[in-house]
């Protein structure tokens, strides 16, 4: 039974990314989630279930992310709106990035913050979580670390956590710094850190700022140090070379 289980689990995954891949080809480009939902047989929300976000799936069907087309605000609004009428409430920046099309950061990007964004969309706005105390938002690096048994990243925390990278970086200035400030390590060994997964963290960042990253967006935002890439590729250009960025 367990076999059978597993050995579905598996055939859903290869009919995902024949199908993201089937797509990318009638476009000749990656397809944006909107493309996904409207021309393909599964949804965004299925491949966020299997692979844990849009940038992962890509990523496993090595697919480029389109590059060069603005989501148009209108657009960003009504997902929001779909989102919340499928939550039944207003949602937040972290059921967004676990349930929506787009990612916490696109909104925070083109409309400043996302209570501005819920204002934008019609929607009531969430109470200011600059109200959170740095205890709470260290408890739950805690909490989600035993939950994952290990030191979560800022993907983690936006992906499983209650609160966002934006959170963090008001109140810590940086995603390692709030992991210092909790006691943890901030990186795993490099050593350890493969060029694939270098490659797709470099892929999301790139994703969620809707830009080019530079070595301070990584630092800041992303999951490893900008001297991992210059270790691992000679150069944070070069690093931007290896992941099709140009």
Avoid at 30 to 41: F, N, R, Y
Avoid at 133 to 147: C, F, G, T, W
Avoid at 211 to 222: E, S
Wanted: charged share 30%; with cysteine; net charge negative.
């Amino acid at each position: 039974m367990i076999r059978f289980f597993l050995h579905k689990m598996a055939h859903l995954r290869e009919d995902l990314i024949v199908e993201l891949q089937r797509l990318a080809t009638n476009l000749d480009r990656g397809p944006t989630p909107d493309e996904v939902d409207k021309l393909g047989t599964y949804t965004v929300a299925d491949y966020r279930d299997e692979f844990g976000s849009w940038a992962n799936a890509l990523a496993v069907a090595d697919i480029d992310q389109p590059a060069g087309r603005k989501i148009p605000t209108e657009s960003l609004c009504a997902e929001l709106r779909r989102l919340a009428d499928e939550l039944n409430t207003t949602p937040t920046g972290q059921e967004m990035t676990s349930h929506g099309h787009h990612g916490l950061q696109t909104y925070t990007n083109r409309f400043g913050s996302w209570n501005d964004a819920l204002a934008a969309s019609g929607l009531s706005q969430k109470p200011d979580r600059k109200e959170r105390s740095d205890q709470e938002l260290l408890a739950e690096i805690e909490r989600l670390a035993e939950e994952l048994g290990r030191t979560p990243s800022s993907r983690d925390m936006a992906e499983h956590g209650a609160f966002g990278r934006i959170t963090y970086r008001k109140h810590f200035d940086s995603w390692n710094k709030a992991l210092d400030a909790a006691g943890f390590d901030r990186r795993r060994p490099k050593n350890k850190i493969s060029e694939a997964e270098l490659v797709t963290e470099l892929r999301r960042l790139s994703e969620t700022l809707e830009t080019i990253p530079t070595t301070d967006d990584m630092q800041r935002d992303g999951e490893f140090s900008p001297g991992t890439y210059i270790n691992r590729f000679g150069s944070w250009n070069a690093a931007l070379d290896a992941t099709d960025l140009d």
